[in-house]
């Protein structure tokens, strides 16, 4: 099985209720550190959980330093993988990490068992969150809470560390997720389709 035939499965057999939620947005490729790495698929909820895929064509080279990029910025994060990567991966990815495991049946349909639940993320990092937003949103983010006018002419990084430092991880956790659902709104919107993930 390759990439896009377990994602294309997975949205349609373990995403299926996210997808007709009003209020979540579920995403592929999502750009994490400016696009040093990108998230197979995202889910943008109460929270923000992060999929990783590794199909029998993947090789494991890149997955600790994914392993980090994910963990800085998702609450809860999970590896779909193949047989092939059963055990490498159950003895790489850290403990928090839920593990999805993707077979083929007799009849060539996908199935996904779940072998290691998600839990919590303690490691998000508040500059990796806030370095979700495209800097127009940092900006406006800024104006909400006070921000000194100076600030607001920075280069992004002096952005992002402020909005780090000066709003609460649940309110700054809240307010990405929002910008995620809104850009993603104005995209279906222009593009003339259905609106969703509002």
Same mark, same amino acid.
């Given at each position: 099985?390759?990439?896009?035939?377990?994602?294309?499965?997975?949205? @349609?057999?373990?995403? !299926?209720?996210?997808?007709? %939620? =009003?209020?979540?947005?579920? !995403?592929?490729?999502?750009?994490?550190?400016?696009?040093?790495?990108?998230?197979?698929?995202? #889910?943008?909820?109460?929270?923000?959980?992060?999929?990783?895929?590794?199909?029998?064509?993947? $090789?494991?080279? /890149?997955?600790?330093?994914?392993?980090?990029?994910?963990? $800085?910025?998702?609450?809860?994060? +999970?590896?779909?993988?193949? @047989? /092939?990567?059963?055990? +490498?991966?159950?003895?790489?990815?850290? @403990?928090?990490?839920?593990? #999805?495991?993707?077979?083929?049946?007799?009849?060539?349909?996908?199935?996904?068992?779940?072998?290691?639940?998600?839990?919590?993320? =303690? &490691?998000?990092?508040?500059?990796?969150?806030?370095?979700?937003?495209?800097?127009?949103? %940092?900006?406006?983010?800024?104006?909400?809470?006070?921000? =000194?006018?100076? *600030?607001?002419?920075?280069?992004?990084?002096?952005? &992002?560390?402020?909005?780090?430092?000066?709003?609460?991880? @649940?309110?700054?956790?809240?307010?990405? /997720?929002?910008? !995620?659902?809104?850009?993603?709104?104005? /995209?279906?919107?222009? $593009?003339? *389709?259905?609106?969703?993930? %509002?």
């Amino acid at each position: 099985m390759n990439d896009s035939e377990i994602r294309r499965n997975f949205h @349609k057999k373990m995403l !299926l209720r996210h997808h007709a %939620a =009003p209020q979540t947005l579920v !995403l592929d490729e999502l750009g994490l550190l400016h696009g040093a790495f990108r998230a197979d698929i995202a #889910v943008v909820n109460g929270k923000l959980i992060g999929y990783e895929i590794k199909s029998e064509e993947d $090789s494991l080279d /890149r997955l600790q330093n994914q392993i980090v990029a994910y963990d $800085s910025v998702f609450d809860s994060i +999970a590896i779909i993988i193949t @047989k /092939r990567h059963r055990q +490498a991966v159950t003895r790489r990815v850290p @403990k928090h990490w839920g593990i #999805v495991l993707s077979e083929k049946g007799k009849r060539g349909a996908v199935h996904f068992r779940i072998k290691r639940k998600f839990q919590q993320n =303690p &490691y998000v990092d508040p500059v990796s969150v806030a370095r979700l937003l495209w800097k127009s949103e %940092a900006i406006e983010i800024l104006k909400e809470i006070g921000a =000194p006018q100076s *600030l607001l002419k920075s280069q992004r990084v002096k952005l &992002y560390r402020y909005l780090s430092r000066h709003l609460h991880i @649940k309110k700054l956790k809240s307010a990405v /997720r929002k910008c !995620l659902k809104q850009r993603s709104n104005c /995209r279906k919107t222009n $593009s003339g *389709l259905f609106m969703s993930g %509002a």
